[in-house]
């Protein structure tokens, strides 16, 4: 059983950093796959970063990278996502996902391929 929590959403002001924390229990860094997405009212899941355990590669869509930055934690068991120089239309709940699989880039950014999901911590990006 794995079990997701998201912390650390709020509101800031455009060009402000928010760091985000996805607490993970159960079996979670035994391999696998963590991804951040968000979801703004009315709109679809949006990817936005991911980190496979087995090598620590990192992965970030293109309308975060240079921005954002994804890490982890292994003592914690906890994966962090940094967000920096933060936009309005950022404005979402931020979800992290867990797949049991090491996916590769094609996969990653699919909703379908995460099997666990926390229930999100709002960002709300407004002067």
Same mark, same amino acid.
């Given at each position: ?21 996805? #607490? ?19 709109? /679809?899941?949006?990817? +936005?970063?991911? +980190? ?17 930055? +994804?890490?982890?934690? $292994? ?14 239309? /950022? ?7 867990? $797949? ?5 880039? $094609? /996969? +990653? ?6 099997? #666990? ?11």
């Amino acid at each position: 059983q794995v079990h997701l929590a998201e912390s650390g959403g709020g509101l800031v002001q455009p060009g402000d950093s928010l760091r985000l924390s996805c #607490s993970t229990s159960g079996r979670t860094f035994e391999g696998g796959t963590l991804g951040w997405f968000r979801q703004a009212p009315g709109k /679809e899941r949006q990817y +936005i970063a991911a +980190i496979r355990f087995s090598g620590n590669a990192k992965y970030y869509s293109s309308s975060v990278k240079g921005r954002f930055t +994804i890490t982890r934690d $292994s003592a914690t068991n906890t994966v962090y996502l940094q967000m920096n120089t933060l936009k309005p239309d /950022e404005t979402a709940v931020y979800y992290c996902a867990k $797949s049991s699989l090491s996916l590769i880039m $094609s /996969e +990653i950014s699919s909703t379908h391929n995460y099997e #666990s999901w926390g229930q999100g911590t709002q960002v709300t990006v407004s002067s």
